[in-house]
């Protein structure tokens, strides 16, 4: 059985730099709305999310699993367009919803 999209939302995909203690764009060139999807593997209980950049190279920014409790490494970020107010409080429930069924 393939992966299955829990939801989907339009952000700008941001790092967290320790070093700097900031925020920092995720990806090459310039800044850029990306489309974020949480993916759902059934067989394997498993999440991840991915995020490509909403322009003509749909360049990958972020492909990573949502893994509970998980500490270290790079800790990703979306700040979401002002106009999509329920596909951000859509993706907050399916990232909430990921982790809360893994035990």
Excluded at 34 to 42: D, K, L
Excluded at 51 to 61: H, L, T
């Amino acid at each position: 059985m393939s992966e299955t999209v829990v939801c989907s939302s339009r952000a700008t995909v941001m790092l967290y730099d320790d070093s700097n203690k900031r925020w920092l764009p995720a990806g090459t060139g310039p800044q850029a709305f990306s489309r974020v999807q949480i993916y759902h593997n059934p067989t394997a209980n498993a999440f991840r999310v991915v995020g490509r950049k909403m322009q003509p190279d749909q360049q990958v920014v972020i492909n990573c699993s949502i893994i509970r409790g998980l500490n270290g490494g790079p800790r990703p970020g979306c700040s979401h367009c002002r106009s999509q107010t329920q596909e951000s409080q859509q993706a907050g429930g399916g990232l909430r919803g990921a982790l809360s069924s893994q035990s």
